[in-house]
């Protein structure tokens, strides 16, 4: 009969970064502010994720992979659209510092409406969709004015964002000004913010705000937002964090999904009368793939006015949306054809036909191209709830005894002495360290290869970890001498399946997934797959004498004529141990840590299980 003698859960975590749900805004049927209330009725009631979770949306929310396209932070108050940044940020080592003297210095999250306006409250103090990462200097100094056109400046950031007098009609305050590349990505922030709060906003006061819950803003500065939303419309780099946001938050912008809503609503003269679609993308191909993901490149499309963006589709599903010619569908399933296709997109929503379509085979998995072991999971939860995982993506099995896990401690000092690994690692395994003081509800500490109070699995946020090979350093989670400052405080991070090969070089946006906190439903996933075989499992089969100890132990079998093949795995599926074409009676692989393994023997057309107990 054929049984599995392992259960293998594996558990998917999938960010919707691809469309627009199916019948999201199926209930968005009327005009005006009827229409309004029917939005808010579909994205009130989003999660919170608290106000320190921004942060970690903000590691997928907020990425430039728009102009630099260099994965740091994406700041409306620094970025240059059109030249070199000022500055740059990276996610996680310049947050929060405190020092804002100069620009530079730090970013923090600004509040597009000041959280002064609704003291500070929940959900509107950490919703992502009107909060923003931006530089600590300029974001002092915007303090809590409204967003308006300057009439003259008295402070000008370093991208060209303006405090000064108002130029909004009726209103004589002090008012801050973006650039002109960001007018739009604002106005449908306060156009959300409108929507989403409609049942409290009428109670706020704020300069730009008539104590209304259906126009909200006084008639000049509606105006002025619906001008900034017509001259700067929807662009790739909100769609993405739309998404992004999406996927953490549960609700979506609308008047990014669907631009026109504004002037249905609001009135006002729409983003553009532009009918053309863009013409067809051409020469779509396939430049590099893995078992999870397949690269592509295509010849750009052309517009009348401008094209915004692409959608792929693989197998007639949107699967991303990118501003460039080049993109990666991630989180594919290995040795599966896949049907590909791209159009083009301008701000009106004009969609060009599909390019010609190709078809993909992703790899079978186990046929890795990695150069050698990598971390493919790191968890910083909370208590001892410390963990990490090592792949083996090579092809090949890999002996762990070269290989030691090192800590920086506050990203100061020197490496510790290191924790030994030991056994060997099949390909397409993995290997997983954990603190022995791990919670049972986010992992049992006996399904791990490693179970230790060993000072490298007592990490915390801004300890950075690191993988060494005889002595050298291969692979890193942080920045060593990086500093107090966290990189990686209360999150779970997973290496990207567009990452092949390891890195001593610390990149959080480009090379990790984040997740909430305790996040454990992954670790040790994949590590080997269920034994789906004609089985024998009678005891006279096969004898295993005596009671192993250190892992080694004999073998009985009717005879030894004949060569067989022997692996073991551990009780949760890693197979720790093989054997090929053995006639050997006696087996050692004294690596086994202390456990329950099952040990299969495939001899002639027979599988025989067997239960050990390493003592």
């Not at 449908?188 to 819950?213: D, K, L, P, Q, W």
């Given at each position: 009969m054929k049984k599995n003698y392992f259960l293998l859960l594996l558990m998917f975590a999938?960010?919707?970064?691809?469309?627009?749900?199916?019948?999201?805004?199926?209930?968005?049927?009327?005009?005006?502010?009827?229409?309004?209330?029917?939005?808010?009725?579909?994205?009130?009631?989003?999660?919170?994720?608290?106000?320190?979770?921004?942060?970690?949306?903000?590691?997928?929310?907020?990425?430039?992979?728009?102009?630099?396209?260099?994965?740091?932070?994406?700041?409306?108050?620094?970025?240059?659209?059109?030249?070199?940044?000022?500055?740059?940020?990276?996610t996680g080592t310049t947050q929060r510092c405190g020092n804002y003297s100069a620009e530079g210095d730090c970013y923090n999250r600004e509040h597009i409406i000041p959280q002064s306006v609704f003291n500070e409250q929940f959900p509107m103090v950490a919703d992502a969709h009107f909060i923003t990462p931006t530089d600590g200097k300029v974001n002092g100094m915007r303090s809590n004015y409204p967003h308006g056109n300057v009439n003259s400046a008295t402070y000008t950031s370093q991208n060209g964002s303006k405090l000064g007098s108002s130029a909004v009609s009726g209103y004589s305050g002090t008012v801050f000004e973006p650039i002109n590349a960001f007018?739009?990505?604002?106005?449908?922030?306060?156009?959300?913010?409108?929507?989403?709060?409609?049942?409290?906003?009428?109670?706020?006061?704020?300069?730009?705000?008539?104590?209304?819950?259906?126009?909200?803003?006084t008639t000049a500065f509606l105006n002025m937002l619906l001008a900034w939303h017509a001259q700067d419309p929807v662009s790739a780099r909100e769609i993405a964090r739309n998404n992004a946001i999406y996927a953490r938050q549960n609700n979506r912008n609308p008047f990014i999904d669907?631009?026109?809503?504004?002037?249905?609503?609001?009135?006002?003269?729409?983003?553009?009368?532009?009918?053309?679609?863009?013409?067809?993308?051409?020469?779509?191909?396939?430049?590099?793939?893995?078992?999870?993901?397949?690269?592509?490149s295509w010849t750009a499309s052309t517009d009348n006015v401008a094209v915004t963006g692409y959608d792929v589709y693989a197998n007639s599903v949107l699967k991303t949306t990118v501003s460039g010619t080049t993109a990666t569908i991630t989180g594919l399933t290995a040795s599966t054809t896949y049907s590909?296709?791209?159009?083009?997109?301008?701000?009106?929503?004009?969609?060009?036909?599909?390019?010609?379509?190709?078809?993909?085979?992703?790899?079978?998995?186990?046929?890795?191209?990695?150069?050698?072991?990598?971390?493919?999971?790191?968890?910083?939860?909370?208590?001892?709830?410390?963990?990490?995982?090592?792949?083996?993506?090579?092809?090949?099995?890999?002996?762990?005894?070269?290989?030691?896990?090192?800590?920086?401690?506050?990203?100061?000092?020197?490496?510790s002495t290191g924790l030994a690994l030991s056994g060997t690692l099949a390909t397409g395994s993995k290997?997983?360290?954990?603190?022995?003081?791990?919670?049972?509800?986010?992992?049992?500490?006996?399904?791990a290869n490693i179970s230790t109070t060993a000072t490298e699995l007592t990490f915390n946020g801004n300890d950075a970890v690191g993988l060494f090979k005889n002595g050298v350093l291969i692979d890193i989670i942080?920045?060593?001498?990086?500093?107090?400052?966290?990189?990686?405080?209360?999150?779970?991070?997973?290496?990207?399946?567009?990452?092949?090969?390891?890195?001593?070089?610390?990149?959080?946006?480009?090379?990790?997934?984040?997740?909430?906190?305790?996040?454990?439903?992954?670790?040790?996933?994949?590590?080997?797959?269920?034994?789906?075989?004609?089985?024998?499992?009678t005891s006279n089969e096969v004898l295993i004498f005596p009671n192993p100890s250190n892992g080694i132990f004999n073998i009985g079998l009717d005879n030894f004529d004949s060569p067989y093949?022997?692996?073991?795995?551990?009780?949760?599926?890693?197979?720790?141990?093989?054997?090929?074409n053995s006639t050997d009676a006696v087996i050692t692989a004294v690596h086994l840590v202390k456990g329950i393994y099952v040990v299969k023997i495939q001899k002639d057309s027979k599988t025989i299980i067997k239960k050990i107990v390493i003592e």
């Open positions: 999938t960010i919707g970064f691809a469309q627009i749900p199916s019948g999201y805004y199926s209930t968005a049927t009327g005009t005006g502010y009827t229409l309004k209330t029917q939005l808010y009725n579909i994205i009130k009631d989003h999660t919170n994720n608290g106000y320190a979770g921004l942060y970690t949306t903000y590691q997928t929310s907020d990425v430039d992979n728009f102009y630099e396209n260099d994965g740091t932070i994406l700041d409306m108050y620094s970025e240059n659209p059109s030249g070199t940044d000022p500055y740059n940020y990276t007018k739009g990505d604002i106005a449908r922030m306060y156009f959300y913010f409108a929507t989403r709060y409609e049942n409290t906003v009428a109670g706020y006061s704020y300069a730009m705000f008539n104590g209304s819950s259906n126009q909200v803003f669907h631009p026109e809503y504004v002037n249905q609503i609001w009135g006002g003269t729409p983003p553009s009368g532009d009918t053309q679609a863009p013409t067809t993308p051409t020469s779509l191909a396939s430049t590099t793939k893995t078992a999870t993901s397949i690269s592509l590909i296709y791209v159009k083009a997109k301008d701000a009106a929503g004009n969609a060009s036909a599909s390019s010609n379509t190709i078809s993909v085979t992703t790899n079978s998995s186990g046929t890795g191209t990695a150069t050698d072991l990598l971390f493919s999971e790191y968890i910083e939860g909370s208590g001892n709830n410390k963990a990490l995982e090592i792949a083996n993506n090579t092809g090949s099995s890999v002996n762990l005894s070269a290989y030691t896990i090192k800590k920086q401690t506050n990203g100061a000092g020197s490496w290997f997983v360290v954990v603190n022995s003081s791990m919670s049972s509800s986010c992992f049992s500490t006996s399904s942080g920045t060593f001498n990086g500093g107090t400052a966290n990189f990686a405080i209360d999150v779970t991070l997973r290496r990207k399946s567009t990452v092949t090969s390891p890195s001593t070089t610390f990149n959080l946006s480009a090379q990790w997934d984040s997740f909430s906190q305790d996040t454990c439903n992954n670790l040790g996933s994949k590590m080997a797959r269920p034994i789906e075989e004609e089985v024998v499992e093949d022997l692996e073991i795995f551990s009780f949760t599926g890693q197979k720790v141990f093989e054997k090929q």
